[in-house]
């Protein structure tokens, strides 16, 4: 069982459209990150929502967290080719001697065509 | 500053061979974690190293894989013996300190077993 679920799975939009993508679980988080990922490189981290209600923009990304900090959501407004990627929401894992790493979704894989 | 150092960047290797994988973390990070990134399973937690400690390897296979992350130089994962479903790519990413949970990514090292 997947502790986050995220979707659509693929998404593919035409540029300057406005499109939401998804990140839901059953657990709550005391904080929850998005990351991009680029073919052939890295995930960096783009965001982390901390408070249950919380909006923050990043430029033409609006990232809210659920009331009940167990989802999330990622919108874009106009969007544009160079958002193209795998969008990621993960969740730190908790041992009892702190964060021990991260939980990923499978992500939302994005194009956006010219 | 430099970011996460990953190297190599493609690897090869034949079944039965050992591969190396190396990390050398951002400055001033002794925290780090591999994660292994297969296109059906998406981003897996492996195994998370503070400077010559394992802290958690709950993600690592028992067998064939190893990490070390020793006083002086890069961080190591090793798989000894690779076979076919070892080929994925493998990231490496640091943070400050276990409380800050945003992980800074390197590249990656895809590697293709043959």
């Known amino acids: 069982t997947q502790l986050l679920e995220q979707s659509p799975q693929f998404l593919s939009i035409q540029e300057g459209e406005n499109l939401t993508v998804y990140c839901n679980s059953s657990s709550v988080f005391s904080s929850l990150q998005w990351y991009r990922q680029e073919p052939g490189e890295g995930p960096v981290l783009l965001v982390t929502v901390v408070t249950g209600g919380e909006v923050k923009k990043l430029k033409r990304l609006t990232f809210q967290f659920g009331d009940a900090r167990k989802d999330s959501s990622l919108h874009i407004t106009a969007a544009q080719p160079g958002d193209t990627g795998l969008y990621l929401c993960?969740?730190?894992?908790?041992?009892?001697?702190?964060?021990?790493?991260?939980?990923f979704g499978k992500g939302t894989h994005l194009i956006i065509q010219p | 500053n430099a970011g996460v150092m990953q190297n190599p960047r493609h690897l090869v290797r034949r079944r039965g061979q050992e591969a190396r994988l190396r990390c050398s973390p951002m400055?001033?990070?002794?925290?780090v974690y591999w994660y292994r990134q297969l296109p059906e399973e998406g981003l897996k937690f492996m195994v998370y190293?503070?400077?010559?400690?394992?802290?958690?390897e709950s993600g690592m296979p028992k067998e064939r894989f190893s990490a070390e992350f020793p006083k002086e130089g890069p961080s190591i994962l090793r798989i000894q013996q690779v076979v076919r479903g070892d080929s994925a790519a493998y990231f490496c990413?640091?943070?400050?300190?276990?409380?800050?949970?945003?992980?800074?990514f390197g590249q990656g090292t895809r590697l293709t077993v043959v």
């Open positions: 400055k001033g990070h002794s925290h």
């Open positions: 190293l503070q400077k010559e400690n394992i802290i958690d």
């Open positions: 993960a969740v730190a894992m908790y041992s009892g001697g702190g964060a021990d790493g991260l939980t």
């Open positions: 990413a640091s943070s400050p300190s276990r409380q800050n949970t945003e992980a800074f």
